[in-house]
């Protein structure tokens, strides 16, 4: 049975998220325990009390312990990945998962992209609007004469984020309306995240990332700047430096994931390893668009869930 683990992005965070399974189980417990200890930050009351998850440099490192630590979890049970992705810095543990970086580590350097993500632009300049229900085409067009505003979130066929400056997303914002889109919705978030706004925070985080070791892997992880594998593109570092001020192509990655293309084969079971279903419902929806009925998508964010998993898994 050959298994993809995907990691949700930053929107996935919540109040109470892992205290379930730091209660409950040894090994998620002392991951997350090493994670926090190598932020710096108090993420038991950011993650169990919600503290600080309203700030980018508190959220970020929270999450990555909680993807990490759930998926550790599942791995000590005997569920391992094949085949890794994650949503934008879901990216970080899908690349600690393949073992391409290192788990522990790694939450110092999504602590420091948070904090440059979340300083990178100052308060009320910029934001992103989510757009439901209009093709890509549709938005480049309706946004095609707008300076300051890009796609910058390709989730799903049907959901579609776009980032710039307000005044921009002002502007942008009535011409979708305009062009048919179903909800047009503007998102409370710091900033700009995956637009060209971003660019500078990607250059520091360039020098960043210098400081730790990237390791060759086997396993298949898709990078969110190309929608392809780290085995198919040169320089892990770049890539990463990229992400944070480049559109995430999520879209693609389902469909090579999903459909089985030549790098990842046929793949039997999608499992969303962190808080909430966002990704699992995306997987659901774009398996089926794809009529792709045979792939069962799953996500690990209870005892309960986890239970369900093992027993599809193991029989």
Request: one cysteine or more; aromatic letters at 6%.
């Amino acid at each position: 049975m050959k298994i993809a683990i995907f990691f949700p992005g930053q929107g996935s965070q919540k109040a109470g998220m892992g205290r379930e399974f730091y209660d409950n189980n040894e090994v998620f417990r002392t991951v997350f325990d090493a994670c926090e200890q190598a932020s710096g930050i108090d993420l038991k009351t950011a993650c169990f009390d919600g503290v600080g998850l309203e700030r980018t440099s508190i959220t970020q490192p929270s999450l990555y312990a909680i993807n990490i630590a759930t998926y550790k979890m599942l791995e000590s049970m005997g569920i391992a990945g094949d085949v890794y992705a994650g949503l934008s810095l879901g990216e970080y543990a899908a690349l600690a998962a393949a073992g391409v970086l290192d788990v522990v580590s790694t939450t110092q350097l999504v602590a420091v992209r948070g904090a440059l993500m979340e300083n990178a632009v100052p308060p009320g300049v910029a934001s992103m609007t989510a757009v439901i229900g209009l093709p890509k085409a549709n938005i480049e067009n309706a946004i095609a004469d707008i300076d300051n505003v890009w796609i910058a979130n390709l989730n799903s066929p049907e959901q579609i984020i776009i980032g710039g400056t307000l005044e921009a997303l002002d502007i942008a914002d009535v011409k979708i309306k305009e062009a048919g889109a179903k909800i047009v919705k503007r998102l409370n978030v710091s900033g700009p995240f995956h637009t060209p706004l971003l660019k500078e925070a990607g250059n520091q985080l360039r020098a960043e990332l210098n400081h730790y070791e990237i390791n060759p892997t086997d396993k298949m992880v898709y990078a969110n700047v190309s929608g392809r594998t780290y085995q198919q593109e040169a320089d892990a570092r770049d890539v990463l430096s990229r992400q944070v001020s480049s559109a995430v192509q999520w879209v693609q990655i389902m469909d090579k994931i999903i459909k089985g293309d030549d790098m990842t084969g046929e793949i039997d079971v999608i499992i969303e390893c962190g808080p909430g279903n966002v990704l699992s419902k995306l997987a659901k929806k774009h398996a089926k668009l794809l009529g792709k009925s045979n792939v069962a998508v799953f996500n690990a964010n209870s005892i309960e869930t986890i239970a369900i998993i093992k027993e599809h898994i193991k029989g």
